[in-house]
């Protein structure tokens, strides 16, 4: 069985190799959701595209050095913004970070407000999610394997606390804490959704991130949002008076002060984590190793290989 972990993470190498990618440090991953579908600011450039056994990811992956740190961009839709939330492959996006050396993710999302002090062009930096999704595959596990991992707290504090510092210091306003309620979409909430959200005490909602929170966890990375409010939700007595314009409008201001924040959050970032997110699977595998078959090893070499080597 151990011949067959080795040469499983031999695939996942080759894999990235043949994607074109290059042996350097690459440890931070940023994924841009609606309006942030490139990273000002890159210099020294290349795409990537990495097969993962996952599938594809959603676009090619841009390798970069900002604040003279490499980092990996993905665009989350694609750019073009040519994937709805339910169609994303949240496991390959996930899975491809990893296989490049990704340590640390940082989420930037659009989201509306569901409270009247959360006004358009504030960011808000969720420490929670609640989960409204149908239907979405959220873990790397399943048949063959059982894991179990820890999601009481779905972001990483020590990278939350980090982004919030670097909204402070790029002088954006940022609220720290929060629910970030995941609904499916493509379509917006109804009204009732929308009051019993607000009765729930949720603060923002979105489409994407809870997802990818998971999947990260489970690859044992760091993860961390950027919320950045376009618009109030339904529920609000002024939203009829919201155009198109004027949210497209907001998504782009906030585009231009996200671009900020991650150049500070990317500059003062620790090269090294203290956080426990890097052994998240550590205790969460339940299958007995002897009973795991060499195709689930091989698929997945890239999320638990140094567990079943």
Known sequence: MAKAGKRSKKTAANSVKKSGAKNEKLKIGIIGGSGLYSMAGLTDTREVRVKTPFGDPSDAIIIGTLEGKRVAFLARHGRGHVF???DIN???????LKMLGVERIISVSAVGSLRDDLPPLDFLIPDQFFDRTRGRVATFFGIGIVAHVGFDKPTCTHLSAHLAEACDRAGVKAHRGGTYVCMEGPQFSTLAE???YRQLRFDVIGMTNLTEAKLAREAELCYATIAMITDYDCWHPQHDAVTVSEVIENLNRNTSNVQRVLHEAVAQLPENRACKCGAALA????????????AT?????????????
Not at 283 to 294: E, F, G
Not at 298 to 308: C, E, H, T
């Open 283 to 294: 205790h969460a595998v339940l299958t007995d190793r002897k009973m795991i078959s060499a």
């Open 194 to 196: 929308s009051q019993t």
């Open 90 to 96: 949240y496991r390959a996006n996930i899975c491809a």
């Open 297 to 309: 090893r091989k698929r997945l070499a890239p999320i638990i290989g140094k567990y079943i080597s």
């Open 84 to 86: 709805s939330p339910s």
